[in-house]
């Protein structure tokens, strides 16, 4: 592990020296392309120049375990035990920094969310579920754009789509991926009953043209009227667009735009991060099955957490985590919840990679 690192950061100071020399000034480009892989390897050499600072400081403690004074000899095993269980905890997190990364981590996402089982009840839910994932962006400095919804007479979601952009989107929302379970008392329950419902989140990652080639010839694009909110613009253009890849049946609609372009524009976005999420989970399949749930593609009809309302609740059932801080959750403080999932997800990639 230790030559690995070594070469890593042979690399890292060549980056460096580049990056404070005058070669790359008028190379905007080329910058960015070192800078961005200078900044990938630091984790790793922090905790590398930290390992070796430690393994300094117990080599020059170890030469205190001979001095004649007893109390210097205890001070010195003490602090040579102190010294050793981080030397552990740093060797973790290096086996950690090295582990292959996704290449989809730092890509934007398309975050798709359809009520489920429930019927209204599902679906205000995923109206909240909605609102959730947007305060916890905006506590990140995400930026959130609607590209697709359907709304339902008393403000739930059937679905909605969403593009999150910003810094590592789909390395923290990437196991949000599967069947959210709500339990409460619906406002229109006159006897005061739980209801169970369900909601299905899609966590995709965005697609760039260079990521899917759409042969134009499959394609079959289909243009109709709006319908719903809209004023009277709605019943007088064709704006909206509804795609169709003939070769998967893939379907996109969007009509959330008044100009035709644009819709058409927000549709092919959203199809060609569906087909990219196929073409990798696909892939993945063929790795093996295991494989495809460690990068968190997820099993989309596997329920994965459950919002429990009169207990206040919060359980991710992957983990078998449960929290009594529901409400907070709601108003997106989602890292109680997504901190665990991915040192959940690390270690058994972790013990994968070492055999274990």
């Known amino acids: ?66 001095d004649s004074d007893s109390e210097m000899r205890k001070m010195a095993r003490e602090e040579i035990e102190t010294l050793t269980t981080q030397l552990v905890d740093i060797e973790k997190e290096l086996k950690i920094l090295l582990l292959p990364k996704d290449p989809n981590d730092e890509k934007n996402i398309l975050l798709e969310i359809r009520a489920g089982t429930g019927g209204e009840e599902a679906a205000l839910f995923a109206a909240d579920l909605f609102k959730m994932y947007c305060r916890y962006a905006e506590l990140k400095g995400w930026k959130t754009e609607i590209l697709s919804q359907s709304i339902t007479g008393i403000g739930g979601f059937k679905e909605v ?10 390395s923290r929302l990437k196991y949000e991926s599967g069947v959210h379970r709500v339990q409460r008392v619906p406002e229109t329950e006159a006897q005061g009953r739980i209801h169970t419902s369900a909601v299905t989140v899609a966590i995709l990652p965005e697609a760039e043209e260079i990521d899917v080639e759409i042969n134009p010839e499959d394609l ?3 243009v109709y009227r709006s319908s719903g909110p809209g004023g009277q613009h709605v019943n007088k253009t064709d704006s909206a667009v509804r795609l169709t890849h003939l070769p998967t049946g893939l379907v996109v609609s969007c009509q959330d735009q008044k100009s035709q372009h644009k819709n058409k524009a927000k549709a092919m976005k959203v199809l060609r991060s569906r087909l990219l999420d196929m073409e990798q989970a696909e892939q993945h399949s063929k790795i093996s099955e295991e494989r495809k749930s460690m990068v968190g593609s997820g099993d989309r009809s596997e329920r994965i957490r459950t919002y429990n309302f009169p207990q206040g609740r919060v359980t991710d059932h992957r983990i078998g985590l449960t929290l009594y801080k529901l409400e907070a959750a709601l108003q997106g403080s989602l890292d109680m919840l997504i901190d665990p999932l991915i040192t959940h997800f690390q270690t058994e990639a972790l013990k994968k990679s070492t055999g274990d």
């Open 1 to 66: 592990m230790f030559d690995k690192i070594k070469e890593i950061e042979q690399r890292y100071d060549e980056f460096e020296n580049k990056l404070a020399s005058s070669e790359l000034i008028l190379d905007q480009k080329a910058y960015q392309k070192v800078a961005k892989e200078h900044s990938q390897l630091s984790p790793i050499i922090t905790a590398f120049r930290r390992h070796k600072a430690i393994e300094a400081e117990i080599q020059g403690n170890k030469t205190l375990l001979s």
């Open 161 to 170: 789509i969403v593009l999150v952009e910003g810094q590592m989107v789909y």
């Open 220 to 222: 079959r694009i289909d």
